[in-house]
């Protein structure tokens, strides 16, 4: 286990189900340094949006194509191992008040024991090195089933960190998500979604989870490349 100088001020953000946005949201310019996700740590960094190609008869590197692991039966092992322990790690150095990015639209339901964040990262995660979560429930206003933060599969989640003794608040489509859906989303402005306002604005929320100068840099280098 690493052990680094503490920093406040940056968020580490989990989520499932909501891969594309989320990085959207950390990465605006609104939000840029505010927040850390598992990808701008130099592993996930690195093997972000990257093919991993499959073959059951060589060790050797495969120039003429690239297998996906549905043609390769049990191919996904590597990629989940490798991604385990990345949100592992992260879910390990993370601590204080954590964030957590949840797609309340999904009808079988956003915590759920076929993501990461349901197996892996929260069972690593542990008090008092971590003593809230604070999620942050989107929608997708085309989609009639809604969970909230309160009930089905939620509920579940508030349980399992209660049993940790780690708070749990919940926010519902806050200001800023749903000012960036309407940007990325313009067909959400048929549904009147656009033109209500949210609940609280996620800047109420005091950013005291701790982490790393190495983090911190890993920011730096993001908004570097990408700004």
Known sequence: MQHFPRRRS????????????VYSFTG????SGKYVTVVDLLPGYIMNNLNWCWSQESNDFNYTSCPSSRDCPGGKTASNSFWNATSK??????????????????????????????TVEVPAMDYPRITEMRVVLVHNPLISFRESCSNFTLKTLSETLAAKRINYT??????????????????????????????????????????NAVVAIAVSLKTAFFF
Not at 89 to 96: I, P, Q, R
Not at 101 to 114: H, L, P
């Open 89 to 118: 790690n992260f879910a390990t150095l993370a601590s204080g008040v954590v964030f957590a990015m949840i797609n309340g639209s999904v009808s079988s339901g956003a915590f759920t024991n076929n993501s990461q964040f349901f």
């Open 10 to 21: 940056i968020g580490a953000m989990f989520w499932t189900k909501v891969y594309a946005f």
């Open 28 to 31: 605006s310019r609104s939000q």
């Open 170 to 211: 919940c926010v519902e489509d806050p200001s800023e998500i749903r000012q960036l859906q309407c940007q990325l989303y313009p067909e959400y402005q048929t549904t009147g979604y656009c033109s209500t306002s949210g609940q609280r604005s996620l800047n109420h929320c005091k950013l005291s989870t701790l982490f």
